[in-house]
């Protein structure tokens, strides 16, 4: 029996991230398996040579700053604040969608570390300061894990962020800050929490994508299975998040 294919929720599966494409659904379409793929949201992802083309549209554009947070190298300070040393700019050669990316000192592996290559892994990778790079944006695919409820997980990696900017050891414990009284491992109150939500959404998905996005009517359960619950942030309603223990369905896509 013909159906209309059953609409998706999206989350995301690590601390490295992924996005992609408009979907139609289409009238004549039969229900999702497990192990299905769709496309949904684009990203920059793929690294591109660069063009006079891509150099000239990219010094026209708009940069702005990741706000990526650098520290003294000690988390019993608790000493990390964003800075401006990595930059991006969004712009169109045609029809397609790129981002020149440059930084002027290397971004940590921990944010409580300095800027430093010796604390970074981009000079590995074959990314070095004060040079200009450029990513196309892509379609992002995802893998359909739950066709009942509409679970689906991003396919690849296109992303790193940190869970949380800023840390702070004391009495034999991690906070967020110095002088706060929640933990550093806290999702409700993390920074990757709040980059997928804004940064990443609003990247990776146009106005009509949007509004085809459903939040959901109950919370995200982000308790810990250990240590009594000592651990365990408020439950969230949010439109996309990390794979925790438990198996939820929180980003739906409707018609």
Known sequence: ???TKRLLAVL??????????????????????????????????????????????ANGATWKSYNYYTGT?????????PGDYMQFADFFVGMEKYRAVT????????????????YSIQDDNGYTS??????????LTWRVLDPSTGY??????????????TIYFANSEYWQAIGSSVYANDYATSSIRDWLNYDF??????????????????PLDNSSPSNNGKYSPLGTYDIIY???????????LRR
Request: with cysteine; charged share 20%.
């Open 1 to 3: 029996m013909k159906t």
């Open 12 to 57: 995301m599966a690590a601390v490295l991230l992924c996005v992609g494409v408009p979907f139609a659904f289409a009238e004549d379409e039969t229900d999702y398996q497990v192990g299905d793929c769709i496309q949904f949201g684009t990203y920059p992802q793929t690294k591109v040579e660069e063009t006079e083309s891509l150099k000239n549209a």
């Open 73 to 81: 190298g000690s988390y019993y300070d608790g000493n990390m604040q």
């Open 103 to 118: 930084f002027s000192a290397y971004r940590p592996y921990y944010t409580e570390f300095h800027s430093d290559a010796s």
């Open 130 to 139: 004060n040079n200009v790079y450029y990513f196309k944006y892509e379609p």
């Open 152 to 165: 689906i997980m991003c396919e690849s990696i296109i992303d790193s962020q940190a869970y949380q900017n």
């Open 201 to 218: 959404y609003e990247t990776s998905f146009t106005d009509r994508q949007k509004n085809n996005i459903k939040t959901p009517t109950e």
């Open 242 to 252: 990390l794979l925790s223990h438990l198996y939820r369905t929180n980003m739906r």
